[in-house]
């Protein structure tokens, strides 16, 4: 979909040029791989004794709860980033001033902060101004306010991707500005903004491993802490990580594989043709082209 705004299409030699090239760095690729697998081999990062601690029963049960806490803490996140988000996009795009202008304070101001610094700042000194949480408490706090800032800008820019049309139509029906929102516009959006969403609750997933540098406790740490508590204690660092890298990966696969049921059930349901968008620079794109089409016509 972005293809033509960024570059021109490929001619026949190019696309030569690009296949030639993508089989030499297949090929360097595949030759680094065999000598990092030589070089674990050599140093006995392969040996059995390594792995096994990590098969027993003990060790299991220890690390799922640490994916329970991780999942718990990224999906009570999520929710409240998701509904946080849609409101400071409904904000920025409402017709009273100050409203707008207060909901653009908050996108810019939690996009521009690192969520690290918000996670510090959360723990370190929001209990001195009397708020006191759990320590999971101030994590998801800080995830929300980063999250739901750059949602707010995925959700407006996928509103806003929209054909003028599509508004104009609504309201010459009868409907208010907000009713058009909530039965016309956000509806038809929601297409455009799930792969981009989904995007970001994966970036959400993993940066609930941050919670480190809060010291959470024994019962309250999440995967990626647990899993170096472990390779402390069995003196296999490399071996405890891999395997949670392997359980991210994994969690975060059937993510994208549900944002992507969920596009082509929609897309059957409408009839609709398929939709690409990877972020937010994406969806600019879409509302570029759509400003562009209204332009022209």
Request: net charge positive; no cysteine.
């Amino acid at each position: 979909m972005t293809a033509p705004v960024l570059a021109d299409a490929l001619g026949p030699r190019a696309r030569r040029r690009v296949a030639l090239a993508s089989v030499l760095a297949g090929a360097v690729l595949v030759l680094l791989v065999v000598a990092v697998v030589l070089r674990l081999q050599d140093t006995g990062q392969l040996d059995a004794s390594r792995w096994r601690p990590l098969a027993e029963p003990s060790t299991a049960r220890f690390l799922l709860g640490g994916l329970v806490n991780t999942l718990k803490v990224a999906l009570i996140a999520m929710g409240l980033a998701i509904l946080v988000g849609g409101l400071m996009a409904l904000g920025r795009l409402a017709r009273n001033g100050p409203v707008r202008w207060l909901s653009g304070v908050y996108v810019e101001f939690f996009r521009a902060v690192p969520l690290l610094l918000l996670i510090l700042f959360s723990a370190l000194a929001l209990p001195k101004y009397g708020l006191r949480l759990p320590a999971f408490g101030y994590l998801i706090l800080a995830l929300v306010a980063y999250n739901s800032a750059v949602l707010g800008e995925i959700f407006r820019a996928g509103i806003l991707s929209l054909e003028r049309g599509q508004t104009e139509a609504a309201l010459a029906i009868g409907l208010g500005y907000w009713q058009s929102m909530l039965f016309v516009i956000i509806p038809q959006a929601v297409r455009r903004m799930v792969p981009a969403i989904v995007s970001q609750l994966v970036t959400l997933l993993k940066d609930t491993s941050l919670g480190f540098v809060i010291g959470l406790s024994l019962q309250d740490r999440e995967l990626l802490r647990r899993a170096r508590d472990l390779g402390e204690f069995y003196r296999n660092p490399l071996q405890s990580l891999v395997v949670v890298a392997v359980i991210y990966i994994v969690i975060n696969f059937a993510l994208s594989r549900l944002a992507r049921w969920l596009e082509v059930r929609q897309r059957r349901r409408y009839s609709a043709g398929a939709i690409s968008v990877a972020g937010v620079e994406d969806l600019a794109v879409v509302t570029a082209e759509a400003g562009g089409r209204m332009g022209g016509s």
